[in-house]
């Protein structure tokens, strides 16, 4: 009667665990690197760009769609924002990595894949991580189980080709390497990451994805998957597969081939039974490169990366949860990448520290469909450390400019210039804001850029370069 008993208890837990582990969604994060709002067909690319794109298309047909999705302007203060919710300007990830090779989160900060970890849920990475390259700084001391991908950015693969370089000159101006590494253990580098490897880095990301997913499935392990994927930066070169597959050139072919993955991983969900208990989503860092040939597309909005204007800030994001998310909807609300980290909180019931400023606002309710508004209506806009002006509901408040990155001089303004995106999306007529009819628009985005102000001085930003153990100072 006792065996009987155990047996009958054993059941009951390892019941219970399998209906909580259903319960809990998986998350499957497509983060794209420097993808143009418009390059999809659902975002008015598409055939425009020479790729048509039926399967991010038809994950906007399932889902929802948002044309006022923010992110921060470059893609380390980018990867920042979204995993752990905060401006970058707090996390000393403001910039790409130029005052110190010692560069990322500091062992302090609280990163989405720590927050799914200690909800129970397994957690991988499978791309570009752009977040640290020493000990300590990697994906698996941030909270990831396992990674494959590379440390940095793909501009670097052309350092081994060309016989320019010079090796021995820096410690940190060496050849990149694909890596791959376990929670507890030092990652290791796989091969060089050159113009050959870089042809082939995102098949190889998705097929560690599928086989991440169907590990995590059979085990009826929940999971949070975070797919950085290498494209569209540049060098923008497709794989051997994928030349010529457009008849467009490079970047079209490109464009189908990220498709064609996106496909895969979305038929992967389908063939594993777990599409309708996944939130699945596409996004992107930043908005363009400026440089061609290598230069995404921004639809109506002006401006490339490393810029404050639209074409920068705003990036296509869709979502998706079968019999949750609304199917084929799409709104021009507000929405910031930080708001994922209290947002997926919220989903998955998993607590947030309370000792910290997260930026993040939970926008459950709204993805939800239970209200038609977001709850956010302001983004403070940044370029590197430099803070650049307000985006308020339509309007945008700048003291600074810059068009295009790389090319044109920054130009400050002693009273910021004022611009109505409804009536001028590209930025190019601002209003004056001497103009009586306009200076109201001061007061509400002028009272969000103080209150940000305030709380960098009640939370002091982590200064670049800052090592570990860090703890900030009372």
Known sequence: MKSLHYFYVLMMVMITHQNIAQEKPNVILIFMDNYGWGEPGCYGGGILRGAPSPNIDRLAEQGMKLLNFNVEAQC?????????????????????????????????????????????????????????????????????????????????????????????????????????????????????????????????????????????????????????YTQTHMPVIPSEKFKG????????????????????????????????????????????????PHSSFAGPWSGSYFTGKEGSLRVPFIIRWPNKIE?????????????????????????????????????????????????????????????????WRNYKMMSKEIDKAFADPTRTYGVPLMYDLHIDPKEENPLNAQWYHNTWIRWPAGEVLVNHLNTLKEEPPIKPGTLDPYLPSK
């Not at 990322?104 to 499978?126: K, N, V």
């Not at 989903?347 to 926008?363: A, E, F, M, N, T």
């Open 76 to 228: 380390t203060p980018s990867r920042a924002a979204i995993l752990t919710g905060r401006y970058a300007i707090r996390t000393g990830n403001s910039s790409v990595p130029i005052e110190s090779p010692v560069y990322g989160l500091t062992q302090w900060e609280y990163t989405m894949a720590e927050m799914f970890g200690d909800a129970g849920y397994s957690t991988g990475i499978f791309g570009k991580w752009h977040l640290g390259h020493t000990k300590g700084r990697f994906p698996t001391d941030q909270g990831f189980d396992e990674w494959y991908g590379i440390p940095n950015s793909s501009d670097e693969c052309a350092w081994a080709d060309d016989s320019r370089f010079r090796e021995n000159v820096h410690p940190f101006a060496v050849p990149e390497y694909v890596m791959e590494g376990i929670k507890g253990q030092s990652p290791k580098k796989i091969k060089i990451y050159n113009t050959k490897a870089r042809r082939e880095i995102d098949g190889e990301v998705t097929l560690k994805a599928k086989e991440f997913m169907e590990r995590k499935s059979k085990d009826q392990q929940p999971f949070f998957l975070f797919i950085p």
């Open 245 to 292: 597959k457009s008849g467009n050139g490079d970047f079209a072919d490109v464009l189908i081939q990220t498709d064609y993955y996106v496909g895969e991983l979305m038929q992967n969900a389908d063939d594993l039974g777990i599409a309708e208990n996944t939130i699945f989503i596409f996004t992107s860092d930043n908005g363009p490169d400026p440089t061609t």
């Open 327 to 391: 199917k084929g909807s799409a709104n021009n609300e507000i929405v910031h990448e930080m708001d994922l980290l209290p947002t997926f909180s919220n989903i998955i019931q998993q607590q947030l520290p309370s000792d910290r400023i997260i930026d993040g606002i939970d926008q459950t309710d709204f993805f939800l469909g239970k209200q038609d508004s977001s709850n956010r209506e302001s983004v403070i806009v940044y370029v590197g450390d430099e803070l650049y002006g307000v985006k």
